[in-house]
């Protein structure tokens, strides 16, 4: 590595499992790590085959409660890249991801945002170039 890169963003969310239901079940991310540490809080980990990594942290008090589905004050704040979009976006609709939108064609890409059961924003990008 030859400089600082971002590894990992927060998601904070109302419970573990459900974190870890929506962003493997529907999302198809992979489960990188799940450590008990004591006192009712975990070290949850979920990530891309890609790089890109999400630490879903249980709200622990009545500010981090209210921030649960408004992280980035209600823009898109993640984003997930697919090189088929018709079928993870298939995908995620047989699994109840609820879309705001039909999909559609952008100068970067095939996009369409979605909320996690949570209430954040997302968007569903295949990208037109290949990403780094």
């Given at each position: 590595m030859t400089g600082p890169r971002l590894a990992m963003t927060t998601l904070v969310v109302p419970d573990y499992d459900a974190g870890i239901a929506f962003c493997v079940a529907a999302l198809g991310f992979d489960l990188i790590e799940d450590t008990d540490m004591g006192a009712g809080k975990r070290w949850v980990v979920v990530g891309g085959e890609d790089g890109g990594c999400l630490l879903l942290a249980?709200?622990?008090?009545?500010?981090?409660?209210?921030?649960?589905?408004?992280?980035?004050?209600g823009r898109v704040g993640f984003f997930v890249h697919t090189d088929n979009f018709a079928d993870t976006h298939a995908r995620l609709m047989t699994a109840g991801v609820k879309f705001h939108e039909q999909p559609r064609h952008e100068s970067y890409g095939t996009v369409a945002v979605f909320s996690d059961p949570f209430g954040n924003r997302w968007d569903l990008i295949e990208p037109k170039e290949p990403t780094q």
């Open positions: 249980k709200a622990a008090n009545d500010a981090q409660s209210a921030a649960i589905g408004n992280q980035t004050g």
